[in-house]
């Protein structure tokens, strides 16, 4: 028999008529937060982020846009300690990551789910032990594990792919491979890196639901990468919502203005060049934004 699952908190975004429970208040700490931070790279010498300062609140999704080679990977990877800063400070949950021993940053690590712009599997495991893999890092054994990885490989259409090598998949499913990593075990913090790019939009859609039911029903905080305002349109105007007799029900903003949990931050030449809400953003005037927008 499957043992379950201890894996702090448990919200299963599949059960959507069960009793997930209200998501806990959104208090206005932030869980990432970035202190004039830069970083410069030697080839070719570029100073790809100057004095970068923002903050994504509990249960915020933060939108991260900006030109190729803007630095809004490098941005994830600060995060998560992959990369280290030449100047300014980088908290997690008002920890100090920059401070912090490269083990305390793994331990830190495991509990944050990643979708890296480039996959990243690994080629000699499973599917099911790519996506294990957090998990299997903090001890769990695969056996024990083995239902949360079914779960979610589900959530993402890939429960056939259990088994199979990620040599074996089209682009697409190692993509969704990727974001089940992520996903696995209920992290609540949650980077996606393009995470759609790739993918046909119908998934696509589907992966966008998944995310913001996390945001709205579960208080899941996260950043996504995009580069694609349509995605971003979609990601700030709906939402989930449970009635008070426990029904999902999934709708457009309409006219009541930010109500969306979800900002963006936009990146250009090194700097912050919009820090706020999405219907902000539709009407600035700056050159920068207005070139990105249709
Ligand atoms: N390890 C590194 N060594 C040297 N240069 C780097 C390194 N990492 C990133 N860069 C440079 O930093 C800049 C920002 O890179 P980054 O990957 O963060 O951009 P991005 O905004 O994610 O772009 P894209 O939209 O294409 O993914 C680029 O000019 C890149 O070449
Ligand atoms: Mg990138």
Redesign the pocket.
């Known amino acids: 028999m499957m043992r379950s699952l201890s894996l702090g908190r448990h919200h299963t975004a599949t059960e959507d008529t069960g009793a997930a429970g209200p998501p806990s208040p959104l208090v206005d700490r932030p869980v990432i937060e970035f202190r004039e931070v830069s970083i410069s790279?030697?080839?070719?010498p570029?100073r790809?982020l100057d004095r970068i300062s923002f903050k994504v609140c509990k249960g915020e999704m933060r939108i991260l846009l900006?030109?190729?080679?803007?630095?809004?990977?490098?941005?994830?990877?600060l995060t998560i300690g992959l990369?280290r800063p030449d100047e300014g400070q980088i908290f997690l949950n008002g920890q100090e990551i920059t401070a912090m021993t490269e083990e305390e940053i793994l331990k830190l690590r495991q509990r944050i789910g990643v979708v890296f712009?480039e996959d990243a599997l690994f080629t000699s495991l499973t599917v099911a032990e790519n996506v294990a893999y957090r998990l299997l890092e903090q001890g769990y054994a695969l056996e024990d594990v083995e239902g949360e990885v079914r779960r979610t490989l589900r959530l993402v259409g890939l429960e056939h792919a259990y088994g199979m090598m990620p040599s074996e998949l089209s682009g697409g499913m190692s993509r969704r491979t990727a974001i089940a990593r992520a996903l696995v075990g209920n992290p609540e913090l949650i980077l996606y890196?393009?995470p759609l790019s790739g993918l046909d939009p119908v998934i696509g859609r589907r992966i966008s639901r998944l995310a913001m039911r996390l945001r709205d029903l579960h208080g899941v905080t996260s950043m996504w990468?995009t580069?694609n305002m349509d995605e971003v349109r979609y990601l700030a105007s709906h939402f989930y919502e449970r009635t008070t007799d426990g029904r999902l029900l999934f709708r457009r903003e309409g006219d009541r203005f930010c109500l969306i949990n979800t900002k963006i931050l936009m990146?250009a030449e090194g700097r912050v060049i919009f820090d706020g809400t999405d219907e902000l953003f539709w009407s600035a005037r700056d050159p920068h934004i207005r070139q990105f927008l249709p």
């Open positions: 790279f030697d080839d070719p570029r790809v900006g030109p190729t080679g803007s630095g809004k990977s490098t941005i994830l990877r990369l712009q890196d393009s990468i580069q990146l």
